[in-house]
C-alpha cells in the first residue's frame, strides 16, 4: 500500500496564481482533511471530508476550496494565492466515526511559497 | 493560552540519555496522539492512547486523564531519534488540536 500520497512536494506561485495540491489515500479511510503548519505554531486543520460528497470548513477555510468525488481523492485548490498562504501543507486521512481515537495517516508534505 | 502546551520547546541531549517531553492540554480529550516529524520528512504517528501507558520500543508514552498531562519517554537515546515531536488531543469532534511541538536534537 503506498498510503497517502501527497504531491508536488515543492511549489512557488506568484501571488494571484491558482492551483490544486493533490491527495489521495488507498487505505479506504472515510476521513480526510487537510492541515497548514506556520513556524512556531501547530497543525491548524484548513478543511475536513467524512465521506465521498461530505466536507466541512475547519480552523483556517478561508482562500481554499475542496471537493470529495471519491473516498480516495481530497484535492485541495488555492484559488487566488496570497503571501499569506506560504506555509508548508499536509494531508491525512484516517478511520471514522470516532475519528480522535484513530491513527492518524499523513501524506509527505508540500512546501508551498507565494511571492 | 493554547489548549495543547508542550514543554520543553527545544530539546538538545547526549547520545544514550533518557529524555521526556511533555504535553498538557486544557479540553476534555477522548485521546491523545503523539506523532513524529524529522527534518524536511513527513509526519508519522507513534501513539495513540486515551488511558495508562504505552510502549514501543525505547518509546513511551504515559498519559493522566485527571492531571490533563502526558508524557513521552525517549530510552538510550540516539542521534536518529532527532526530530519534532509532537501532540495532538481529541475530542469528541473529528478534529484535534495540535501543539506547537517540541524540537528534540540528539548529540553523538
Known amino acids: 500500500n503506498a498510503g497517502v500520497t501527497q504531491t508536488p512536494k515543492f511549489q512557488v506561485l506568484k501571488t494571484g496564481q491558482s492551483m490544486t495540491l493533490q491527495c489521495a489515500q488507498d487505505m479506504n479511510h472515510e476521513y480526510m482533511s487537510w492541515y497548514r503548519q506556520d513556524p512556531g505554531m501547530g497543525l491548524r486543520l484548513i478543511h475536513y471530508s467524512v465521506g465521498a460528497g461530505i466536507t466541512d470548513q475547519g480552523e483556517v477555510p478561508n482562500g481554499y476550496n475542496v471537493s470529495r468525488s471519491t473516498t480516495e481523492d481530497f484535492p485541495l485548490r488555492l484559488l487566488s494565492a496570497a503571501p499569506s498562504q506560504t506555509s508548508v501543507y499536509f494531508c491525512?486521512?484516517?478511520?471514522?466515526?470516532?475519528?480522535?481515537?484513530?491513527?492518524?495517516?499523513f501524506g509527505s508534505g508540500t512546501q508551498l511559497s507565494v511571492l | 493560552k493554547n489548549e495543547v502546551e508542550q514543554s520543553p520547546q527545544n530539546l538538545t541531549a547526549q547520545e544514550g540519555e533518557f529524555i521526556t517531553i511533555n504535553c498538557s492540554y486544557s479540553?476534555?480529550?477522548?485521546?491523545l496522539h503523539w506523532l513524529q516529524q524529522h527534518p524536511g520528512g513527513g509526519i508519522v504517528s507513534l501513539f495513540m492512547l486515551s488511558s495508562g501507558k504505552k510502549k514501543h520500543g525505547r518509546l513511551i508514552a504515559t498519559i493522566n486523564i485527571q492531571e490533563k498531562h502526558s508524557s513521552l519517554h525517549i530510552t538510550a537515546s540516539h542521534p536518529r531519534d532527532s526530530a519534532v515531536y509532537i501532540c495532538?488531543?481529541?475530542?469528541?469532534?473529528?478534529?484535534?488540536?495540535f501543539g506547537t511541538g517540541t524540537l528534540l536534537a540528539v548529540q553523538p
Open positions: 495532538a488531543v481529541g475530542g469528541a469532534t473529528n478534529k484535534l488540536i
Open positions: 491525512a486521512s484516517s478511520y471514522f466515526p470516532r475519528t480522535a481515537r484513530e491513527k492518524l495517516f
Open positions: 479540553v476534555g480529550i477522548s485521546a
